[in-house]
Nanobody, 115 residues
Framework: QVQVVESGGGLVQAGGSLRLSCAAS????????MGWYRQAPGNQRELVAL???????NYGDSVRGRFAISRNNAKNTVFLEMNALKPEDTAVYYC?????????WGQGTQVTVSS
């Protein structure tokens, strides 16, 4: 009943920046958190950044200081500003919407960082 859609992925050079967007729609009850996770081929999915509806944030160690997560609660959207990108950031980035009754995922958006 909840649709989650990411956008903004693409190919960038190392050192560049990219902004990802995620919008949740549908039968949404109270959202607790929205966040970004990523998964590279052969690797497990890892936390990139998480933000609660109150505005508290958490970042993965590898992106802290380079990435920034923000939100627009009225539009059920979350953003990820990625700076100083490294080839190691290459992955499919997934948006997670966590409500009081369940967790919903987007289809993912590919981010590729060339050296």
């Amino acid at each position: 009943q909840v649709q989650v859609v990411e956008s903004g992925g693409g190919l960038v050079q190392a050192g560049g920046s990219l902004r990802l967007s995620c919008a949740a729609s549908g039968r949404i009850l109270q959202i607790v958190n929205m966040g970004w996770y990523r998964q590279a081929p052969g690797n497990q999915r890892e936390l990139v950044a998480l933000i609660t509806w109150a505005g508290n944030t958490n970042y993965g160690d590898s992106v802290r200081g380079r990435f920034a997560i923000s939100r627009n609660n009225a539009k059920n959207t979350v953003f990820l500003e990625m700076n100083a990108l490294k080839p190691e950031d290459t992955a499919v980035y997934y948006c997670s919407t966590q409500t009081i009754v369940g967790e919903y995922w987007g289809q993912g958006t590919q981010v590729t960082v060339s050296s």
